[in-house]
């Protein structure tokens, strides 16, 4: 089945640092990338949507500047937490959807801790 | 907009007991519906799916029916077992709109030996 690659599952990070988090489907196309963070014992929250070669769309109150997304392939995306805040520390979760069958596979995340 | 509703609060109970999770939508076209599972940590995965109305999901024990007419896609299982502890999340798409899931709350489940 379709599997989704995210790293690194947990960072710690220096207030003022950038992290980038990756995401690769290994065995699919993915023409649609999806980023979302998840608050303790809470739903997941779309930050962006990304579609392979274009600018990502970012849902209403997500800084694009200091969340950077690239889609460079169809096959990679990665979401950049620039100038980092202990308020960033949160549950990363990437999904990517194949243009084939239409799914929806998830990355197992990545736990970011901004100290 | 596209949204969905589970039932509140987490539910607990023991091995062997029934389980059901409500879930119901409001959604504009022809939503496919999904239920995942998140355990401690880790991402989501797919439990089951159903793309139409009548449809039933079913994986692990676990199923689902797609119901138009009450716009509802419970999750159920006969018999859980302690590993079903986990929370679960009722998700819906319109791949004829613009592709995102729209989340439920989600459920902790918690099943007791």
């Known amino acids: 089945g379709a599997v989704v690659s995210q790293h690194p599952s947990r960072v710690i990070c220096k207030s003022g640092t950038s992290v980038k988090i990756e995401c690769r489907s290994l065995d699919f196309q993915a023409t649609t990338m999806f980023w979302y963070r998840q608050f303790p014992k809470q739903s997941l929250m779309l930050m962006a949507t990304s579609n392979e070669g274009s600018k990502a769309t970012y849902e209403q109150g997500v800084e694009k500047d200091k969340f950077l997304i690239n889609h460079a392939s169809l096959t990679l995306s990665t979401l950049t937490v620039t100038s980092a805040h202990p308020e960033d520390s949160s549950f990363y979760i990437c999904?990517?959807?194949?243009?084939?069958?239409?799914?929806?596979?998830f990355g197992s995340g990545t736990r970011l801790t901004v100290v | 907009g596209n949204s969905v509703t589970q039932m509140e609060g987490p539910v607990t109970l023991s091995e062997e007991a029934f389980l059901t999770i409500n879930c119901t939508y409001t959604a504009t076209g022809y939503p496919s519906l999904f239920w995942y599972v998140q355990y401690p940590g880790e991402g989501l995965q797919l439990l089951l799916k159903a793309t139409k109305a009548d449809d039933k999901g079913s994986n692990k024990g676990f199923e689902a029916t797609y119901r138009k007419e009450t716009t509802s896609f419970h999750l159920e299982k006969g018999s859980v077992q302690v590993s079903d502890s986990a929370v679960y999340f009722c998700a819906l798409s319109d791949l004829y709109g613009n592709n995102r899931l729209a989340f439920g709350k989600g459920n902790q489940v918690v099943v007791i030996p």
């Open positions: 999904s990517a959807r194949d243009g084939q069958n239409y799914g929806y596979t």
